[in-house]
Structures are given as C-alpha cells and as structure tokens.
C-alpha cells in the first residue's frame, strides 16, 4: 500500500488546522459554554469507538496498522464493525467534531471535510482494495451490507 501519512498524522494536521483558523480568524469563533459540554460529548463518544473497534481487532488476533492491511487474517464484521466498516475512522472523526466544536470556530469544517475526503481517497479505498483481494466475496457481501462511514 503507497500511503503517503498515517491516519493518526492526518488527524494531527487537521487538529492544527482547526487551531490555526481558531487562532487566526476568531471572529468567526464562539466562546458559547454549550459548546465545550458539545465537544466533550463528540471527544468521549470518539474514545470510546476508537477503544471499542481497536479491541476488537485485538481480540480477533488481527492487524490495526492502517499501513499494513494486507496483514489482515480476519474480516471484522462484528461489534461496531456491524454499522461501520471503518469505525476507527468514524471515532478520529468525532475527536476532530469535539475539537471543532471547543474551539468554536464555524471554518473548523471545511478541516473536517478535507480529512474525510483525504482518509476516504488515500486510506479506505486503498485498503478496500487490499480486504477485497483477501477476503473476496465475503468482503464484497460485507461492503453491500455495511456502509463505508455510517
């Protein structure tokens, strides 16, 4: 796979990009209390996919390196992995909802935006490439049941 970041870095870009437009544009921000008990939602909603989809894959003795898919020895269907092919992905989505919404800053979406577009073309569908060649029919039968995000 010729990933050019790993998605935690991605994540970390978009982060500093949402602070930067905070830091820089904060005419657009708001300093609502609503907002930071919002963010702490979005973050502990995050944790806890991220927790739950990693020991999933733990538990299923199976690869978390987004880098490395083709290690994969088993197609995780089940736990969260029922909603959400890309679980994880959703969690760092929702980390980065929770620093939006902190920050307060209306232009934290258009990072956001640049993430999922970014994970989607150099992550996910390269790695569904890879699951497809390994897991073959029952990875196509999963990807028709299940939807890429939610």
Excluded at 107 to 124: E, G, K, R, S, V
Aim: net charge positive; with cysteine.
């Amino acid at each position: 796979m010729d990933l050019k970041l790993p998605p935690p870095i991605v994540g970390l870009i978009t982060a500093i990009a949402m602070w930067l437009l905070h830091r820089y544009v904060n005419e657009l921000s708001s300093s609502a209390a609503i907002l930071k008990y919002v963010s702490v939602l979005f973050l502990l909603i995050g944790l806890i996919i991220e927790l739950l989809s990693v020991f999933r894959f733990f538990r299923l003795k199976t690869t978390i390196n987004p880098l490395k898919p083709e290690r994969s020895k088993v197609l995780v269907t089940t736990g969260l992995f029922r909603y959400s092919r890309n679980p994880m992905y959703v969690g760092m989505c929702s980390v980065l909802i929770a620093i939006g919404f902190w920050f307060g800053n209306i232009l934290a979406i258009f990072p956001l935006i640049a993430f999922i577009a970014y994970i989607t073309t150099f992550q996910i569908k390269p790695e569904e490439k890879i699951l497809l060649g390994i897991f073959g029919e029952d990875y196509v039968e999963y990807s028709q049941r299940v939807r890429r995000w939610l």
